[in-house]
């Protein structure tokens, strides 16, 4: 299958090839026995083929995303295949403020929601984890039966969604 999209990326060119979660081919290869395992390392070994076959002023564009850069197989991070890496790093407050927005645009807030302070609380959330925090938060009023999310509601998702971080710190109800 690697081959056949890179053939149709070559055939449909200009065009990017864009791998997202590459880290679930493409780590650290290992002595293994499964045969899951051994399709990954073919998997793994044919997008190392097609990757050194492209010249790299060609009209196909490979552009691969991880949130595990640590694992990945360091043939792959060889100059000649993926050898421009751009850090994106958790958003900061003003960043955390403008997301929260967007996903909390469609929700009847209580006056007493304070998108500015839950910002400041959720201090090393990613996007998606503020996102899960508003779903969270709106799901929390709903069992609720009430048609506002109040701050509460936010409280209760940002524990529920932040718990799993190694740092915890208490989230202080306003």
Known sequence: MVKELFSLATRK???IVFIDEI???GGRRLDISTS???E???TMAQLLSELDGFNPRGNVKVIAA???IDILDPALLRPGRFDRIIEVPLPDER???EILKIHTRRMKLAE???LETIAKITEGASG?????ICTEAGMNAIREGRKQVLIKDFIKAIEKVMKSKKETTPIPYM
């Open 128 to 132: 998606a984890e503020l996102k899960a």
């Open 95 to 97: 960043g955390r403020l």
């Open 13 to 15: 060119a200009p065009s």
């Open 66 to 68: 991880t949130n595990r």
């Open 40 to 42: 990954v390392q073919r």
């Open 23 to 25: 880290d679930a081919i």
């Open 36 to 38: 899951g395992e051994r």
């Open 112 to 114: 007493e929601v304070s």
